[in-house]
């Protein structure tokens, strides 16, 4: 497909009427980025949160401060308070969320550089995929992004 996901997802979320809110972490903004470079995209994209802190995450999504605490921000079910959280605040129909490690520094045997946790969420629908990466810093973050654009398009075709 020569056409950029983000304009491909936005066309579909158009044709559905459906609405997306992103809360990133390593990501950085790096979604909203790609959501906003598409004409007309405030038709579909209500808007994100960059919670890098992990008193962000529970300050602006209200991910829950013990689990953060118990499974560290870098982990599946806080990728998922994540989405929940801000669809829930945006109001939007469906949500992504990044949380992760870029890189170079941060990683550890248990969770290595690169570790990122993509999640979507949706009315009766939450999925969550965990990838480790090899690249460096702004390679992590474009890969983190592509994919959870690519999840994206997965669920909507799957709509229709």
């Given at each position: ?44 994209y ?16 209200g ?39 870029a ?6 045997a ?23 990466w ?27």
């Amino acid at each position: 497909m020569d056409e950029q996901l983000e304009v491909h997802v936005g066309r579909l979320l158009r044709q559905q009427a459906l609405t997306l809110a992103t809360a990133e972490s390593c990501t950085g903004g790096l979604l909203g980025h790609r959501m906003t470079n598409v004409p007309g995209s405030s038709d579909y994209y209500l808007g994100g949160a960059i919670a890098y802190a992990n008193a962000t995450k529970v300050a602006l999504l209200g991910v829950d401060a013990a689990l953060l605490a118990q499974e560290g921000a870098v982990s599946e079910a806080v990728a998922l308070q994540m989405a929940a959280g801000v669809r829930e605040r945006l109001g939007a129909d469906i949500s992504l969320s990044t949380t992760g490690i870029a890189g170079p520094a941060g990683g550890t045997a248990a969770k290595p550089v690169g570790l990122v946790y993509i999640a979507l969420e949706a009315e009766g629908f939450s999925r969550c995929e965990r990838h480790v990466w090899p690249h460096d810093r702004e390679g992590n973050k474009e890969a983190s992004a592509q994919r959870a654009l690519a999840m994206l398009l997965e669920y909507l075709s799957n709509l229709t």
